[in-house]
């Protein structure tokens, strides 16, 4: 099985044969069901067997190795478990589209790895087609690591990795907050201090520190806020009036902010501060480099952005360029002092990524109990920490430290914290919080970063995330058509509204042209399968 395949083969399949059947030599169908165990003793498991396994990589890895199999990850596990791996992989930004000929194609490895929404079926139809096997008895059986840590996790996590009641994939989680939110709004500490004002947690402060801003920079607050661009970016103002910028889940109802009466009061907010001068007049064109321009010129007083990518670039930058520039995070906002932000970018325990067995494994418990190794401390600790000795150091009960190769690699190697620790590390499995929380203190190595990362992740956005949903394929090109047309109405209305181009009088002509355009329809859809989900 080759892990590179053409775009002329991709036609040639097309073609040829349907996406699941008619293609390639008959296998014998694998067993979902386990009968008497092989393997019973702990590992290394004594086996002569190779296991086959399609694994999708992340871009970073890339730039350091060409093949996962040279990965010291994957000769560590390997050793440890006694089980031979042969891993292949799709191009790094082309994995929808690998992942669609290797269905095509009939010939399944024995593991496959990858995010499991990629097409509209989702692993329920796939389960159905007989591509991977539901897992439930093999959970049972053959992961008592895995099992161990499921007996601890509620319903609400539990069913992030379930499809009509069967189990699919060997999930990959997360365990802790400190990563889960990397995304938010900073502040000049020092502008804030020059006018004796803490920092803002409600929308009134926020509007007290934009207000006092302007006499210092040209910009008191500059984003873009158009839901189009990226939901949470709007959700760091409008989740303070009790709605989010685009479909979430309210209880077990799921809804559209932009057509709820929280969003017009937002509306009204945001045409009352750009009327004062406290946003940027580009805030719905302004594009991220422009933002990173005007900031590093210390133009700006508050922006949203990422904690990596963005602050985590900008704050060393301005150490050296503006050293009187104090930068400090911001909580998103709510309307009233205390209360806890229901909206903001939070990760949820599941993003859809995990490890199935395919129907063509030609031992079910082997690789059963390879996968299962990520659940247990050593397996944990060796997929978010690398190799203990080489990597990181033990220095208490459940406390680690990165060692010199990892933390001063700059120096040592050249290569940055991601690529120094990127054929170390897999980040399809952050079982344990503390080794986790040891990864993201070293990923964000200045204190401002790790601040804003314990901070962001304070709001209950976990409770309105839409979850991974299913849909047939009528529905899923009727939400895909609907959507694209509603997004682009209401952010042309928005920006009318925001700006004064349109009268507030027009705001329910708005809401009736947005029910037009079938918006109750989308939500229809949405909450069916959202039904469908609760129930399975």
Same mark, same amino acid.
């Given at each position: 099985m080759k892990a590179k395949r053409t775009l002329v083969f991709l036609l040639v399949v097309a073609l040829a044969c349907t996406a699941l059947a008619g293609c390639g030599e008959k296998k014998e169908e694998a067993s979902a069901v386990l009968g008497e165990l092989q393997y019973t003793e702990g590992y290394p498991i004594q086996t002569d067997k190779?296991?086959?396994?399609?694994?999708?990589?992340?871009?970073?890895?890339?730039?350091?190795?060409?093949?996962?199999?040279?990965?010291?990850?994957?000769?560590?596990?390997?050793?440890?478990?006694?089980?031979?791996?042969?891993?292949?992989?799709?191009?790094?930004?082309?994995?929808?589209?690998?992942?669609? &000929? &290797?269905?095509?194609?009939?010939?399944?490895?024995?593991?496959?790895?990858?995010?499991?929404?990629?097409?509209?079926?989702?692993?329920?139809?796939?389960?159905?087609?007989?591509?991977?096997?539901?897992?439930?008895?093999?959970?049972?059986?053959?992961?008592?690591?895995?099992?161990?840590?499921?007996?601890?996790?509620?319903?609400?996590?539990?069913?992030?990795?379930?499809?009509?009641?069967?189990?699919?994939?060997?999930?990959?989680?997360?365990?802790?907050?400190?990563?889960?939110?990397?995304?938010?709004?900073?502040?000049?500490?020092?502008?804030?201090?020059?006018?004796? &004002?803490?920092?803002?947690?409600?929308?009134?402060?926020?509007?007290?520190?934009?207000?006092?801003?302007?006499?210092?920079?040209?910009?008191?607050?500059?984003?873009?806020?158009?839901?189009?661009?990226?939901?949470?970016?709007?959700?760091?103002?409008?989740?303070?009036?009790?709605?989010?910028?685009?479909?979430?889940?309210?209880?077990?109802?799921?809804?559209?902010?932009?057509?709820?009466?929280?969003?017009?009061?937002?509306?009204?907010?945001?045409?009352?501060?750009?009327?004062?001068?406290?946003?940027?007049?580009?805030?719905?064109?302004?594009?991220?480099?422009?933002?990173?321009?005007?900031?590093?010129?210390?133009?700006?007083?508050?922006?949203i952005g990422s904690n990596g990518s963005d602050f985590g670039s900008w704050i060393p930058i301005l150490a050296k360029s503006h050293p009187d520039i104090e930068l400090v995070p911001v909580p998103y906002p709510s309307l009233e002092k205390g209360k806890v932000a229901e909206f903001g970018q939070k990760t949820v325990f599941f993003e859809g990524a995990g490890a199935a067995i395919s129907t063509h494994c030609q031992d079910v418990e082997l690789a059963a109990r390879l996968l299962d190794y990520a659940y247990s401390k050593e397996g944990g600790l060796l997929y978010t920490l690398g190799i203990e000795g080489e990597t990181y150091e033990v220095v208490g009960e459940n406390q680690y430290k990165f060692l010199p190769m990892i933390t001063d690699s700059e120096n040592i190697s050249g290569q940055s914290f991601s690529q120094a620790i990127a054929p170390y590390y897999d980040g399809r499995c952050y079982c344990f919080e503390a080794a986790y929380d040891t990864y993201m203190a070293e990923f964000y190595t200045n204190p401002i970063n790790l601040a804003a990362a314990r901070l962001w992740g304070t709001t209950k956005a976990e409770l309105h995330k839409l979850p991974k949903l299913t849909f047939n394929s009528a529905d899923s090109d009727r939400v895909s058509m609907l959507k694209t047309d509603i997004t682009t109405y209401v952010d042309e209305n928005i920006v009318a509204f925001i700006t004064g181009a349109a009268s507030m009088d027009n705001y329910d002509a708005y809401l009736a042209g947005l029910e037009s355009m079938g918006v109750k329809d989308v939500i229809a859809i949405y909450q069916a399968a959202y039904d469908e989900y609760l129930k399975n």
């Open positions: 190779t296991l086959t396994y399609y694994k999708r990589l992340g871009s970073v890895i890339t730039e350091v190795l060409a093949d996962f199999n040279e990965a010291p990850l994957a000769k560590e596990l390997i050793e440890r478990t006694g089980i031979n791996v042969e891993f292949t992989h799709p191009p790094v930004g082309q994995e929808a589209e690998d992942f669609n &000929l &290797l269905l095509a194609s009939n010939d399944f490895p024995d593991i496959i790895e990858t995010n499991w929404f990629f097409n509209n079926a989702g692993p329920a139809k796939l389960i159905e087609d007989k591509v991977i096997l539901p897992l439930n008895d093999i959970f049972d059986k053959a992961a008592p690591n895995l099992k161990a840590l499921m007996s601890k996790w509620d319903e609400s996590k539990l069913r992030q990795y379930r499809a009509q009641g069967n189990y699919y994939a060997f999930p990959g989680i997360t365990e802790g907050n400190l990563g889960a939110a990397y995304y938010g709004v900073m502040a000049r500490k020092d502008l804030l201090d020059k006018h004796g &004002l803490g920092v803002p947690e409600t929308i009134d402060e926020w509007e007290t520190a934009l207000t006092a801003f302007k006499e210092d920079v040209q910009y008191p607050l500059q984003m873009r806020l158009i839901p189009s661009y990226i939901e949470a970016s709007s959700d760091v103002l409008v989740g303070a009036y009790g709605v989010s910028a685009g479909y979430y889940v309210d209880g077990d109802t799921i809804k559209y902010g932009p057509a709820e009466p929280g969003y017009r009061q937002w509306v009204e907010m945001m045409r009352d501060w750009y009327a004062k001068g406290l946003i940027s007049k580009d805030f719905a064109t302004v594009d991220a480099k422009t933002i990173s321009a005007n900031y590093l010129n210390a133009e700006v007083g508050m922006t």
